[in-house]
Nanobody, 123 residues
């Protein structure tokens, strides 16, 4: 059973920074491990649809970002720690949302999701 657990959310003032973490444990039914999966971060703001934020390939060699966060957010991963990170700088009130991490065997389909962590940016 694969589990994804996000942490690091909280309340921050506009212009501040937060670092989200997503710890992955367990194996899939096929025996695949964390290091085999691409990972992504998504967010859902109040009253809005869930949206893509960032993604990273299985070995960290390729990353991608939504235009709204490009240049401010950085996704990274540590396969030895089974953890993916989202460094968020220059935060804006529009970044307020519940942030989710997800694991993908083949982009853009995501197979496993975490429960989310709340990020609130005050103006």
């Amino acid at each position: 059973q694969v589990q994804l657990v996000e942490s690091g959310g909280g309340l921050v003032q506009a212009g501040g920074s937060l670092r989200l973490s997503c710890a992955v444990s367990g194996r899939t039914l096929g025996g695949r491990t964390f290091s085999s999966y691409g990972m992504g971060w998504f967010r859902r703001a109040p009253g809005k649809e869930r949206e893509f934020v960032a993604r990273i390939s299985w070995n960290g060699g390729t990353t991608g970002y939504a235009d709204s966060v490009k240049g401010r957010f950085t996704i990274s991963r540590d396969n030895a720690k089974n953890t993916v990170y989202l460094q968020m700088n220059s935060l804006k009130p529009d970044d307020t949302a519940v942030y989710y991490c997800a694991a993908s065997w083949v982009f853009p389909t995501y197979d496993y999701w975490g429960q989310g962590t709340q990020v609130t940016v005050s103006s």
